[in-house]
């Protein structure tokens, strides 16, 4: 077979672990493709390099490809397809030292679980307007802030600020005192408690059990012109994926990722997210996070048209765009059925359904597959048991 | 036409930056991470009352790709006309160019630099050790670097780290 080779944009995180795996461990190699990856410096121009055809394929925030389809940001009328989920959670929320302070004395235990009781605190603790960096105004992490604190009764946007902040120097603007919190991807979270100007709260899976946080982004045009390379590329990172939620694998890869032409920073940073125990304080607290950050099981991989919907219903709803039209819209760029088509020469077995009810699993449950079995799924469940049925059709 | 350019230098107050200079263009370098700040300026949301948008003339798709491969974005302020943005960004496109090549050089000279530092020091080192003059030490470095297929400062490299854990 002879080798194509692939562009890829990745932005320097924890999550784009199943590219950088896919590559070095050789599972693009077996596929007969070679990921050229090219780091990018901040998510517009990972973006923007994909829409003007710099790159094959990008690392990706979930909620870009789904505001493109509503014509926010980026290239006026450039399409975007979802055609892999690459990881879900591995994301973090912390606040500063001064606001941590208090909540100590208050009393607040910071057990990193119980998003509910932390947003409860933070809100009793906040002075003034609550400013939080997220790394891009399209983000799972401004849609977990918003989502959480406003299910809290905290009123958005009047007292909540959003502010982008990008996450390498989301520690220069908590020192600065630009932002009093913050929600960003790993490893830059731990970046922060490293430099000592904050704490960290919450992982994002307390807020949302399984939410989509990248995605492998192709063109539109891409997607339908090359099927048969950009199903060599989603098998290639479905199976990184697979290694990387197998016991093992997670040491290797935090190795691999700390490399200087991948995340460039130190691999024990990196170790932190992959093995969920996370130091959350300058003093060294310790907090364990069962799946904290995951790349396969429960069917991780799979494009699932209710995260699109939810994601564009969010969206939509806080720029007043039409929210039915919206989440159709959105449902269309998460290309399920490029993903299963890909996967059906595995040994892979997939939901069959491509629309559920997001945050119904309070438990793991196995539910029917499309190879007539069935297949696991991980829990789900929104902190706040809030269910979303995407009746859009 | 008249322009007066203003420089953020300071990322962390870049968003603030822009709402009191008030520019009617913004050219960023698409290295620099804060490039996402300017982002959220192109939401109605953002804290600047007039609209901005990533520049991209449809009349010339080339001039847009040009610009992104030069390591440059425009960000257009309440909707100015391709003329006026085009020689602008023309001129930001040769001067990035030039840029770029400057740093490279300055990178290369670095390096050359570095290397020629290490050289002297394992230089002397064998010098010292082996009672050779400086040609001969030098000879011994190129003729062991040919015979590992190695870069003359690595060998050097390795010399001098080996002497320094050998004390």
Known sequence: ?393 | MDYEIHVVAERSSLARQIVQVKPDLVLVDVADPSRDIIEELTLASGPLERPVALFVDRSDAGLSTAAIEAGLSAYVVDGLTASRVRPVLDAAIARFHLMQRMRAELDETKRALEDRKVIDRAKGLLMRVRGITEDEAYALLRKTAMDQNKRLADVAGALVTAAKLLG
Request: net charge negative.
């Open chain 1, 1 to 393: 077979m002879r080798v194509t080779t692939l562009d890829i944009g990745f932005v320097p995180l924890v999550d784009a672990a199943p590219l950088i795996v896919a590559q070095e461990m050789g599972f693009a190699a077996e596929e007969g493709i070679s990921l050229a990856l090219r780091r990018a410096p901040s998510w517009s121009s990972a973006r923007d390099a994909l829409t003007f055809g710099q790159v094959n394929a990008a690392h990706m925030l979930a909620p870009v490809p789904v505001a493109m389809a509503l014509g926010l940001g980026g290239v006026g009328g450039a399409r975007v397809d979802v055609i892999s989920v690459l990881s879900v959670n591995g994301t973090v929320v912390g606040i500063n030292t001064e606001l941590a302070a208090r909540m100590h004395a208050a009393g607040y235990p910071f057990d990193f679980a119980d998003a509910t009781a932390a947003g409860r605190a933070l809100i009793t603790a906040v002075e003034g307007p609550l400013r939080i960096g997220v790394p891009f105004p399209f983000s799972m992490h401004a849609e977990l802030v918003f989502y959480w604190l406003s299910s809290l009764g905290y009123p958005s946007p009047q007292s909540l600020i959003v502010r982008t902040v990008p996450p390498s120097l989301m520690a220069d603007a908590i020192r600065a005192g630009e932002i009093d919190a913050f929600c960003v991807g790993e490893p830059w979270g731990s970046k922060v408690v490293e430099s000592g100007t904050g704490q960290l709260l919450l992982p994002g899976a307390a807020i949302w059990a399984h939410a989509p946080e990248k995605v492998l982004a192709v063109r539109g045009d891409w997607a339908s012109s090359e099927p048969e390379l950009s199903g060599r590329l989603i098998r290639a990172v479905w199976r990184a994926g697979r290694w990387l939620d197998d016991a093992g694998g997670r040491s290797l890869a935090a190795e691999l990722l700390a490399r200087p032409e991948y995340l460039d920073i130190n691999s024990e940073l990196i170790e932190r997210a992959m093995s969920g125990h996370l130091t959350i304080s300058a003093n060294g607290e310790t907090r364990a996070v069962d799946r904290f950050i995951g790349f396969h099981d429960g069917a991780v991989s799979f494009p699932w048209r209710s995260q699109a919907a939810w994601i564009g219903g969010q969206i939509a709803a806080r720029t007043g765009l039409e929210r039915g039209r919206a989440m159709r819209d959105a449902a269309e760029v998460f290309r399920s059925d490029l993903h299963r088509g890909a996967l059906a020469s595995t040994g892979g077995d997939l939901p069959a359904a491509s629309l559920r009810v997001e945050g119904a699993l309070d438990t793991d449950e196995r539910v029917p597959s499309q190879r007539g079995g069935d297949v696991k799924l991980c829990r789900d469940a929104f902190f706040d048991g809030a269910r979303f049925d995407p009746k859009f059709t």
